[in-house]
Every structure is written in C-alpha cells, then in structure tokens.
C-alpha cells in the first residue's frame, strides 16, 4: 500500500493497539508469542492487513486462532482507536524471520571453492602442484 508519513503513523497506533489487544484483552493458548510484526492500513481507514509471526511449526494453528477471535479483535481495536470505521482485519504470517535464519545458516557453510587463491577477475590460480602435474 502506498506510504507517506500520515500513513506510517497510522499503521504504526494501529500496531500498537493491537499488540495490546492480544497480549492483555485475548486469552486464547494458540496466540501465545505471537509477535505482531506490521500493520498495513489503507487510505479510509476500511481495511488492514496485519502480519504476525511466531514459530514455523504453529502457523496453521496461529492462523486459526486469529480467525476464530478475529470479531472480538475488530471489536476491541474499534474501541480502542476511535475512528470512525473499524477496519477489516486480514491476517497474514510474516516469514522473514525464518528467510533471515534459513540465509544466515547458509552463509555459514563456507564453500570449499571459497578458499581456493583466485586472480584478480576471479578465476582461480593455478598452484605449484598442478602445474608440476600437469607437465609429467
């Protein structure tokens, strides 16, 4: 959606108001460490796409329980932000956290090829060795 400072500050109440809601106003088992990580808001105010993370084998089960509480959680946040239209809530899982790991699990299984002496276009240099070899 398209961001301008009003709107980022926007998404930003309604990130926080909704933190509070689940942490303090829902008491349901599934949305436990669920880490509301944004909140996309749109221009009137009528629609809001919230993205929520919590560990990979639970989102099948987080999801659920969001869509189960999802009228109490319109209700709450309708009180709580006083505006004049409560937005439709649309749930969706964050999976960056996971890409972030998965990417820095990668980076540090280090390439064999990695340490081979390389010339200044990156083609690996010859050594001694293969040359003496090479010519036998």
Not at 12 to 31: G, H, M, N, T, Y
Not at 46 to 59: L, N
Not at 124 to 132: V, Y
Request: proline fraction near 4%.
């Amino acid at each position: 959606m398209k961001q301008n400072q009003f709107s980022r500050r926007t998404n930003e109440v309604a990130r926080e108001k909704l933190s509070w809601i689940l942490l303090f106003e829902i008491s349901d088992p599934d949305l436990q460490l669920v880490t509301i990580t944004s909140c996309e808001v749109s221009v009137d105010k009528s629609f809001m796409r919230v993205y929520v993370s919590c560990e990979p084998d639970r989102y099948e089960k987080v999801l659920a329980a969001l869509k189960r509480a999802k009228g109490r959680i319109r209700s709450l946040l309708g009180h709580a932000l006083n505006w004049r239209v409560t937005p439709e809530l649309d749930f969706k899982i964050d999976t960056t956290t996971d890409e972030a790991e998965r990417i820095a699990q990668a980076l540090e299984v280090v390439p064999p090829t990695l340490s081979v002496e390389k010339d200044e276009f990156g083609y690996p240099i010859a050594s001694d060795e293969e040359n003496s070899d090479e010519e036998e």
